[in-house]
């Protein structure tokens, strides 16, 4: 192997150190670092193609395709030469980054075009007028930043039947679109396309056109891309155009020194689940975790349950005018997350940032509910916190007004916008904050926002059953997590 990647590491080190964070904003582009570059390079499945043609777009420096070509030189492809098309449209880039394919070049029987058009504009071009598609492989870092709907790359990204919200999805929609039968795309992207209702025509897309051959899930979200400390959940992502999907391998590491490296091989069923209209993508983090959150005890939708859940409708600054420090004649109480500590909830809370109340009034009337018994759950959990979902009972005791508000940063869950049974609202807040729905729920969820479409489409014991549950606790007091886990394991 060519020692050149490393010296290709310490140019992307160096122009991570001279770019602002608000240019790095502007092209949503962070560098691969080394590790990830040949890691993401060894999950290409050997071919045998004889003259390989890689896409490289928001190539950066050049680290994933040094990575490619160094595999190439170890032995790892029997290509007999490799032409490469590597997109980077930040011109500070452009320099190292025929730094690196030169020296390549000089080495291998390989030809690279570095190309400075913007990618989506010109793949479009390509699929609709170019013909033929004789791409091979594609290695992709693509760019993290949001597309406007009204967005000239919307308009584009739609003549060729491609609905997305990001350029990250846009791009690996585009690389699988310009793939011949049988390429492969391997891409380090954000798990947030995994799961959510903005993502399912891109999740649609890709499973029409590609079979998922492997997923490889870093257990720490903020060592992908720590020299540029940021903070975001990535998978990498293997697809082969045109394949048909079977088994999928699943890889697992904290971080990128891939020191702890495990691997596991799940039915397409375990990743996909049948009947489910959403499409969501589900990654097990082991074999143990991903049979916990397919027990056959969780078969029930909240609809044949008898529940509902809504984002809370009181939106505070929209009734600015009507928000109250403290409770006053006229007023109704307002929850927030920060009235909800662990288990506990309190409310009114002295010296809270937010708002304790509310005043009742025709403005505010059609977005508050009947006071009674209701489990919350918080959109955002804590840093703090170990789970992603964090449920919590409301009790109607607390309170002797005959009204509540909710505002939006909470979960409802409700029958008709009134109150559960006791015993159902306190089995079901015991079960949300039960490890195996943890678990559960991040095989599908890449990000800490929890949202009422990601509630809906869990799976739940039966109405009984949250019952029972419900009268155990209320037996025991607090309940630790282990009593938690051992309770709903016992009722089940």
């Known amino acids: 192997m060519f020692p050149l990647l490393e010296h290709v590491d310490n140019a992307r080190r160096e122009a991570g150190k001279q770019a602002s964070r608000k240019h790095k904003s502007e092209f949503g582009q962070f560098l691969t670092p080394a590790p990830v570059a040949r890691f993401m390079a060894s999950m290409f499945a050997s071919s045998s193609v004889d003259h390989a043609f890689l896409l490289d777009a928001g190539a950066g420096v050049g680290s994933l395709t040094g990575a490619f070509l160094d595999r190439w030189a170890g032995g790892g492809f029997g290509f007999r030469r490799v032409d490469a098309s590597l997109y980077e449209i930040d011109s500070k880039l452009h320099d190292l980054l025929s730094s690196t394919l030169s020296s390549y070049g000089s080495r291998l029987n390989f030809n690279a075009r570095i190309e400075v058009d913007d990618f989506i504009e010109d793949a479009v071009n390509r699929i609709q007028f170019g013909g033929e598609s004789l791409l091979t492989h594609a290695i992709l870092n693509p760019p993290y930043k949001k597309i406007s709907s009204s967005s000239r790359h919307r308009q584009l990204l739609r003549q060729v039947g491609i609905e997305t919200v990001n350029l990250y999805s846009a791009f690996v929609a585009l690389a699988v679109a310009l793939m011949a039968p049988g390429g492969q795309v391997v891409a380090i992207i954000p798990r947030s396309f995994c799961n959510g209702p903005y993502y399912r025509p891109f999740r649609e897309y890709l499973l029409a056109r590609t079979a998922i051959r492997q997923v490889h899930l870093f257990a720490s979200r903020d060592k992908a891309f720590k020299d540029d400390e940021v903070l975001q959940e990535n ?258």
Not at 305 to 315: A, K, L, R, W, Y
Not at 383 to 404: G, M, Q, S, Y
Request: proline share 7%.
């Open 235 to 492: 998978i990498i992502i293997r697809l082969e155009r045109g394949g048909q999907q079977g088994e999928v391998k699943v890889s697992t590491s904290t971080d990128d020194s891939f020191a702890d490296l495990a691997t596991h091989v799940y039915p397409f069923d375990q990743i996909v689940l049948p009947g489910d209209t959403e499409r969501f993508i589900h990654v097990p983090a082991s074999p143990e975790r991903g049979a916990a959150g397919l027990s056959s005890g969780f078969n029930c939708s909240l609809a044949e349950i008898g529940i509902e859940v809504s984002t809370g409708p009181v939106v505070d600054f929209r009734v600015k005018a009507y928000l109250r420090d403290m409770p006053e004649e006229d007023s109704v109480p307002l929850l927030y997350p920060a009235h909800f500590s662990g288990q506990v909830m309190v409310w009114p809370k002295p010296g809270m940032k937010k708002p304790n109340a509310l005043i009742r009034c025709p403005e505010t009337e059609k977005g508050l509910y009947p006071n009674g018994f209701y489990t919350v759950v918080r959109r955002f959990s804590s840093k703090e916190e170990k789970r992603r979902i964090v449920a919590n009972l409301v009790c109607p005791d607390v309170f002797d007004t005959p009204l509540l508000g909710f505002e939006n940063h909470l979960n409802v869950f409700h029958h008709r916008k009134q109150g559960l049974p006791e015993d159902l609202a306190l089995g079901l807040s015991v079960f949300l904050n039960s490890s195996v729905v943890d678990e559960c729920f991040r095989r599908f969820s890449g990000h800490t926002q929890v949202n009422a479409t990601d509630l809906r489409l869990l799976k739940y014991p039966s109405r009984e059953v949250l019952m029972k549950l419900g009268r155990w606790a209320r037996k025991q007091g607090m309940l630790t997590q282990e009593q938690i886990d051992q309770g709903l394991g016992s009722i089940l």
